[in-house]
């Protein structure tokens, strides 16, 4: 069955840095899209980042572009997010999901995912 577990969050200072993992199992990588999510206290679910499974192409939303590199090892079944130049509002909870296709993930919600990991807390404060 597939399983994503989150992790790699933690507190941080506004200008920090954290990587995130998102380890998968039962996922053929090349097979899936994979997205990085947040989601704050009073807020909806939003896309942060997301990479292609056929092209390892990949997408992140303009509150995050130039800071976040999404990055796959295929060996490891595993996705990270380099998280670079932190601010109060990247504070969330993160999430990675699973989209089995070959589809550009750019034009990929939330609600087309299925699989959905249990999210790591990220906080940059001061």
């Known amino acids: 069955q597939v399983q994503l577990v989150e992790s790699g969050g933690g507190l941080v200072q506004p200008g920090g840095s954290l990587r995130l993992s998102c380890t998968t199992s039962g996922v053929t990588l090349e097979y899936y899209a994979i997205g990085w999510f947040r989601q704050a206290p009073g807020r909806e679910r939003e896309g942060v980042s997301c990479?292609?499974?056929?092209?390892?192409?990949?997408y992140s939303a303009d509150s995050v572009k130039g800071r976040f590199t999404i990055s796959r090892d295929n060996a490891k079944n595993t996705v990270y997010l380099q998280m670079n130049s932190l601010k109060p509002e990247d504070t969330a909870v993160y999430y990675c999901?699973?989209?089995?296709?070959?589809?550009?993930?750019?034009?990929?919600?939330?609600?087309?995912?299925?699989?959905w990991g249990q999210g790591t807390q990220v906080t940059v404060s001061s």
């Open positions: 990479i292609t499974g056929s092209d390892s192409s990949t």
């Open positions: 999901a699973a989209y089995a296709g070959f589809y550009d993930c750019s034009g990929l919600g939330p609600y087309d995912y299925d699989h």
